[in-house]
């Protein structure tokens, strides 16, 4: 049974380029979590998505940054015209439920933007 | 609302000694804890959870937390460390009304182990 699943590992864009970070949660998981984990600094929620709804995105940056989560597929966080304080890792996380089930992480995409 | 404090940002014990992890929350509703661990360039993992059924909680790795209401608090201990322990550990908070329980992590803290 394959765990969370995130692609790519490394990321690697330029100043106003787009950056696509996918999520593939746990088989049956239809609960999607993303979190930012800037360099020295613990996780922050960003965006709480069940298939094809947004359910909590208050975590997320108002401008630029957008997340989905499809009908078939894997969920995608998109940033838009990256800069350089996007550079962080990106976890994604996923749960069979909501609240008292515990949520299992994938191992990350790590953004750099230079 | 909620939020979580964990009470030290870095713990340095040695090896073999008792780990003591501090973590407060606070929630409005019944809460659901978490402690999670992440090693150094990896994802996180659960050590163990607790669902409002017994408070004193066993998890992985010989780590154990005690959830006291009148307390606010959810520290994780583990009786004696061993150098693979460390790593950044996290105190999560989940609670909420209704279908959604928001989840809240804490700034995590870095537990380091000499030998």
């Known amino acids: 049974n394959a765990g969370v699943m995130q692609n790519p590992r490394h990321l690697v864009r330029r100043r106003g380029q787009e950056a696509r970070l996918r999520c593939s949660p746990m088989?049956?998981?239809?609960?999607v979590y993303w979190y930012r984990q800037l360099p020295e600094e613990g996780l922050k929620f960003m965006v709480y998505?069940?298939?094809?709804?947004?359910?909590?995105e208050s975590g997320m940056p108002k401008e630029r940054f957008s997340a989905e989560f499809p009908k078939e597929g894997p969920s995608i966080l998109r940033i838009q015209q990256v800069v350089r304080g996007d550079s962080a890792a990106y976890f994604c996380a996923s749960s069979l439920k909501t609240g008292v089930h515990e949520q299992y992480f994938g191992p990350g995409t790590r953004l750099t933007v230079t | 609302a909620q939020s979580v404090t964990q009470l030290d940002s870095h713990v340095s014990v040695s090896e073999g000694t008792p780990v003591l992890l501090r973590c407060n929350y606070s929630s409005s509703y019944s809460p659901s804890l978490f402690w999670y661990v992440q090693h150094p360039n990896k994802g996180l993992q659960l050590l163990l959870k607790?669902?409002?059924?017994?408070?004193l909680v066993k998890g992985i790795n010989g780590f154990e937390a005690e959830f006291k209401k009148s307390e606010t608090s959810f520290h994780l201990t583990k009786p004696s460390a061993h150098m693979s322990d460390a790593a950044e550990y996290f105190c999560?908070?989940?609670?909420?009304?209704?279908?959604?329980?928001?989840?809240?992590f804490g700034t995590g803290t870095k537990l380091q182990v000499i030998p």
């Open positions: 607790y669902t409002s059924a017994a408070t």
């Open positions: 999560v908070v989940t609670s909420g009304s209704g279908g959604y329980q928001k989840v809240t």
């Open positions: 998505l069940q298939k094809e709804n947004i359910i909590d």
């Open positions: 088989k049956g998981h239809s609960h």
